[in-house]
Structures are given as structure tokens and as C-alpha cells.
């Protein structure tokens, strides 16, 4: 079993529709969830962090913990052709090391 | 801030031969800082975890001898690839913390694509 599980997508949504991403881990210890952005040929860039459960909004995303299901999601709304990319989940258990998923590709059509 | 360069952007050599790629935090002191592999169409892989002025952690299956890692300040780390083989041949991301702290996030550099002949 992987630590962190992805749907590898392709997640497609029509432009100005919710994106929405799901992320499941194994380590019940982990303590800090991560979504990053990458585009092709270049390296992630954070979206946003959530530590606690619930629900945590920046602009047109919102991540959602619920660490008693061990799961993590992320949503797009008015999804835009820019959100084109995949979206990998990062989760940190104690200490600096982040554990990758496989990464969603979501792919917005005008 | 918090910004992250990588050098060189691109590269390609002959086998068996070997090829530095450096890291650099621009703007802040990395205590940590994290070398990554990257495949096509795959996840990013963490090779070592590198703590300036001391030894770098492999990760299993990372042959430290292959793979230098040379950590000498708060903002630079260095990865080499010794005798590099056409099977190296991938996206490599380093990423750098501002302090050990688990709510603290990476900040990743732009990779260095090596491309192995």
C-alpha cells in the first residue's frame, strides 16, 4: 500500500466548474498536509497547507482535513484553463521529510 | 521571499562522466535542504535529506557513493553525479526548509533536466 494515494486523473472539468481532488494516507501519525501545483517540465510550487481538521479557504481553493478518515482533499472553483496541471499531496509525518503522492492531472477545457 | 535557485537548468553529458547541480536559497538560511528524482509521468522521489556541515541521510536504494551530496553552507548544497549513466537521466528538484519545524513547508527550486548520452 502506498503512503499517500492519488487518483492519477486525468480529472477533467469544464472551465468555471469545481476541481475537486482527493488524497488518502497511510501514517496516522502524519501532521501537515501539503498541495503543490506542477506544471509540465517544472518543479511544484505550494497551493496551500492544512494542519488541522476542517475546512481552509485562499482565493479559489479550499483544502479539507479529516485526519480520523486520513484523508485530505482539495478543491478548485471556477476552475480556469491556467488550473491545467498535476496536483500532487504532500504529507509530513514528524520531522522535515515529505511524502509525495502520485499526483492528479486535471485538465480544464474552455 | 523564500526563493530557491537551481544551476544548471539544463544539462547533458557523455556517459561516465560527472555533473554538479547546485542549490541555492536566495533569500533565506536553509537549515534543510532536500534532493529529489523525477521521472516522466511519475511522483517526485526523495533521494537525501542534506543539514549544512554535516552528512547527508540517503533514502533506501540511494547509492550515497553515486550520488554526492555536499551541504557547506546555510544556503547552497551541491548534488554530483558520478559516472553518470544513461539511467540517470531525469528531473532532478531540490527543495529547502527555513527551519526544522513539521508545520514548515519546502520551497522548491526550477529542477535541473540531465539528460545522459
Known amino acids: 500500500q502506498k503512503e499517500v494515494e492519488q487518483n492519477s486523473g486525468p480529472l477533467s472539468v469544464p472551465e468555471g466548474a469545481i476541481a475537486s481532488l482527493n488524497c488518502t494516507y497511510s501514517?496516522?501519525?502524519?501532521?501537515?498536509f501539503f498541495w503543490y501545483r506542477q506544471y509540465s517540465g517544472k518543479s511544484p510550487e505550494l497551493i496551500m497547507f492544512?494542519?488541522?481538521?476542517g475546512d481552509k479557504e485562499d482565493g479559489r481553493f479550499t483544502a479539507q482535513l479529516n485526519k480520523a478518515s486520513q484523508y485530505v482533499s482539495l478543491l478548485i472553483r471556477d476552475s480556469q484553463p491556467s488550473d491545467s496541471a498535476t496536483y500532487l499531496c504532500?504529507?509530513?509525518?514528524?520531522?522535515?521529510?515529505?511524502?509525495f503522492g502520485g499526483g492528479t492531472r486535471v485538465l480544464v477545457k474552455p | 521571499g523564500a526563493v530557491v535557485s537551481q544551476h544548471p537548468s539544463r544539462v547533458i553529458c557523455k556517459s561516465g562522466t560527472s555533473v554538479k547541480i547546485e542549490c541555492r536559497s536566495l533569500?533565506?538560511?536553509?537549515?534543510?535542504m532536500f534532493w529529489y528524482r523525477q521521472f516522466p509521468k511519475q511522483s517526485l522521489m526523495l533521494m537525501a535529506t542534506?543539514?549544512?556541515?554535516?552528512?547527508?541521510?540517503?533514502e533506501q536504494g540511494v547509492e550515497k557513493d553515486k550520488f554526492l551530496i555536499n551541504h557547506a553552507s546555510l544556503t547552497l548544497s551541491t548534488l554530483t553525479v558520478t559516472s553518470a549513466h544513461p539511467e540517470d537521466s531525469s528531473f532532478y528538484i531540490c527543495?529547502?526548509?527555513?527551519?526544522?519545524?513539521?508545520?514548515?513547508?519546502?520551497?522548491f527550486g526550477p529542477g535541473t533536466r540531465l539528460l545522459v548520452l
Open positions: 527543495s529547502a526548509t527555513r527551519d526544522s519545524h513539521t508545520q514548515e513547508t519546502q520551497y
Open positions: 501514517d496516522r501519525g502524519s501532521q501537515s
Open positions: 492544512i494542519y488541522s481538521n
Open positions: 504532500a504529507v509530513k509525518a514528524a520531522g522535515n521529510k515529505l511524502t
Open positions: 533569500d533565506f538560511q536553509a537549515t534543510t
Open positions: 542534506s543539514n549544512e556541515g554535516s552528512k547527508a541521510t540517503y
